[in-house]
């Protein structure tokens, strides 16, 4: 129970030390303090890219943010040596997840309930912008990850029932992980 409270209070971005100390980073922006944060990927330059699933509902109450479909998620970057957390995203329908891409030009975040994932430019021309990765995913996306040889990795935590029918046709083994490749092309199954 102990480390259950310590836990709870340590909500934010934690650094581990070599040591085996807990190092709290970050655990606000822009005067809101962080209520589920979630994923997070850190650019070749040392900045952290992560999101924080609702603002609002802390993990426990992830399922009330569901069901309010309000957009309390936000994309955030932290850079350790300035120490300043900045939003880069808001009104993200809870943001589940944030990979960088292999050229270090963008990040790739989920917005589960939207089904969905987005990319956030951070460098070129685009550069601050956002625009939609990945749509209309079989499910919920809860996670993404890049394997390095061109696909991205979308963990479904939940099939839409709306979509299951149709699904089946064009994406059989919902159960097994969903892919998606550079040029973005779906596919499914493990490699």
């Given at each position: 129970?102990?480390?259950?409270?310590?836990?709870?209070?340590?909500?934010?971005?934690?650094?581990?030390?070599?040591?085996?100390?807990?190092?709290?980073?970050?655990?606000?922006?822009?005067?809101?303090?962080?209520?589920?944060?979630?994923?997070?990927?850190?650019?070749?330059?040392?900045?952290?890219?992560?999101?924080?699933?609702?603002?609002?509902?802390?993990?426990?109450?992830?399922?009330?943010?569901?069901?309010?479909?309000?957009?309390?998620?936000?994309?955030?970057?932290?850079?350790?040596?300035?120490?300043?957390?900045k939003v880069i995203a808001r009104n993200l329908y809870y943001a589940n997840g944030v990979e960088m891409s292999p050229e270090q030009d963008f990040v790739v975040f989920c917005e589960t309930p939207m089904m969905r994932c987005s990319r956030y430019y951070i460098h070129g021309e685009k550069e601050g912008s956002t625009d939609v990765f990945i749509d209309r995913l079989p499910g919920m996306p809860d996670n993404i990850r890049y394997d390095g040889e061109g696909h991205y990795w979308i963990g479904i935590a939940a099939v839409s029932q709306n979509c299951t029918n149709k699904n089946k046709l064009i994406y059989p083994p919902l159960e097994s992980c969903v892919h998606m490749d550079a040029s973005c092309e779906l596919g499914y199954g493990l490699k």
């Open positions: 129970m102990i480390v259950h409270q310590y836990m709870i209070q340590l909500v934010g971005i934690l650094k581990l030390t070599e040591d085996g100390e807990i190092e709290a980073l970050t655990d606000e922006a822009e005067g809101v303090k962080f209520g589920t944060t979630d994923a997070v990927t850190v650019a070749k330059n040392g900045v952290l890219y992560f999101t924080d699933a609702s603002w609002k509902y802390d993990l426990h109450d992830f399922a009330l943010d569901l069901l309010e479909g309000r957009p309390y998620g936000r994309l955030m970057s932290y850079d350790p040596s300035t120490k300043q957390t």
